[in-house]
C-alpha cells in the first residue's frame, strides 16, 4: 500500500513554469514506476510523463514533449513535475499515480495499469 499527496499547483500565466511535486508514503517507493496524468472539465484523463522504478527511463505525452520534465528522487520518496513555456491548454487538475513493478526499467503510460493515485492538484494557466 503506498499514499501520494501532491502539490506545487497553482495559477500562472501562459509561457511560465510551475514544479509539481508528489511524496508517497512507506518504504518501497522504489518498487513502483511512477507516472503523471491530468484531467480538464469534461475530459478523460491523460497520460502526461512517466519514469521507471529507477528513473533511468522516462516517457512524455506529444503534447508536453520539450517543455516537461519526470524526474525522482528515491530516497526522499518524491516523484516531480517540472513544467516550463506552460500553455492555457495545460490546465487541469494533475494526479502522480504509482504502478508496483517487478523491472527497474519498467513503465506505462496506460492509465488502468496503475494500483494507487493521489487526490490532484489543479494548474491553471491564463492566456
Known amino acids: 500500500q503506498v499514499q501520494l499527496v501532491e502539490s506545487g499547483g497553482g495559477l500562472v500565466q501562459a509561457g511560465g513554469s510551475l514544479r509539481l511535486s508528489c511524496v508517497a508514503s512507506g518504504r518501497t517507493f522504489s518498487s513502483y514506476a511512477m507516472g503523471w496524468f491530468r484531467q480538464a472539465p469534461g475530459k478523460e484523463r491523460e497520460f502526461v510523463a512517466a519514469?521507471?522504478?529507477?528513473?533511468?527511463?522516462?516517457s512524455y505525452a506529444d503534447s508536453v514533449k520539450g517543455r516537461f520534465t519526470i524526474s525522482r528522487d528515491n530516497a526522499k520518496n518524491t516523484v516531480y513535475l517540472q513544467m516550463n513555456s506552460l500553455k492555457p491548454e495545460d490546465t487541469a487538475v494533475y494526479y502522480c499515480a504509482a504502478d508496483l513493478s517487478m523491472s527497474s526499467t519498467y513503465y506505462t503510460t496506460a492509465v488502468a495499469a496503475y494500483d494507487y493515485w493521489g487526490q490532484g492538484t489543479q494548474v491553471t494557466v491564463s492566456s
Open positions: 519514469t521507471s522504478r529507477s528513473g533511468g527511463k522516462m
